[in-house]
Every structure is written in structure tokens, then in C-alpha cells.
């Protein structure tokens, strides 16, 4: 898929840009190139091979380091919320922004 010089205006008009001549047109150049690339990766054949959960993994185990999911800070909801205009069983009231 390779762009054309409209291609390039009408994703500048969209973006709101004003492109130079110049700028136009090296933006047509790195933008196929970009495309060029993605061509060639979808040419290669990835039929039969797992992904990779990190790429790392193609060379050595990944173990993922997380914690553990426990709270680590002291429950502070009654503290917050002392200066909040409007509160109503231990939740923020806001005003109906969408009609």
C-alpha cells in the first residue's frame, strides 16, 4: 500500500497541519518506507510458531516478577473525602455532566 501526495493532504488536513512542499513530501517518503516495511513483515511465513509472551523468551525463561495484589496503604475513604462537596455512602456525588 504506498500513499499518494493527496494521501498526504487530506491526513494533514485531518491532523490539522500545515506541510510545506517540502515537508509534504519527505513526510510521503518516510510514511511508504514505514509501509514498505510492514510489507515485508507480513511476507514472512509465522504459520506454525507461538508468540512470544516477551521477547526476551526466544532466548531465556521469563519469570515475571509481581507482587502480590494486597493493599499496602491504609484504607483513607472517610479522610478524602472530608472535602468533597457531596457524599453519599462512602462515594463522591458529582453534577449530571450529559443529558
Given amino acids: 500500500?504506498?500513499?499518494?501526495?493527496?494521501?498526504?493532504?487530506?491526513?494533514a488536513h485531518l491532523a490539522r497541519l500545515e506541510l510545506?512542499?517540502?515537508?509534504?513530501?519527505?513526510?510521503?517518503?518516510?510514511l511508504n518506507g514505514f509501509?514498505?516495511?510492514v510489507e515485508k513483515m507480513r511476507a514472512v511465513d509465522t504459520g506454525g510458531?507461538?508468540?512470544?509472551?516477551?521477547p526476551?523468551?526466544?532466548i531465556q525463561d521469563v519469570h515475571l516478577r509481581l507482587?502480590?495484589?494486597v493493599a499496602s496503604e491504609p484504607d483513607q475513604r472517610e479522610a478524602n473525602?472530608?472535602?468533597?462537596?457531596?457524599?453519599?455512602?462512602g462515594l463522591f456525588l458529582v453534577p449530571k455532566v450529559i443529558e
Avoid at 500500500?1 to 491526513?11: E, F, N
Avoid at 510458531?49 to 516477551?54: E, N, Q, S, T, V
Avoid at 473525602?81 to 455512602?89: G, H, M
Fill in 49 to 54: 510458531i507461538a508468540p512470544l509472551p516477551h
Fill in 35 to 37: 509501509f514498505g516495511i
Fill in 56 to 58: 526476551v523468551a526466544a
Fill in 1 to 11: 500500500m504506498a500513499l499518494t501526495p493527496q494521501d498526504i493532504g487530506r491526513i
Fill in 67 to 69: 507482587r502480590d495484589d
Fill in 20 to 30: 510545506s512542499p517540502a515537508e509534504s513530501e519527505r513526510m510521503l517518503t518516510q
Fill in 81 to 89: 473525602q472530608q472535602s468533597a462537596p457531596a457524599v453519599e455512602r
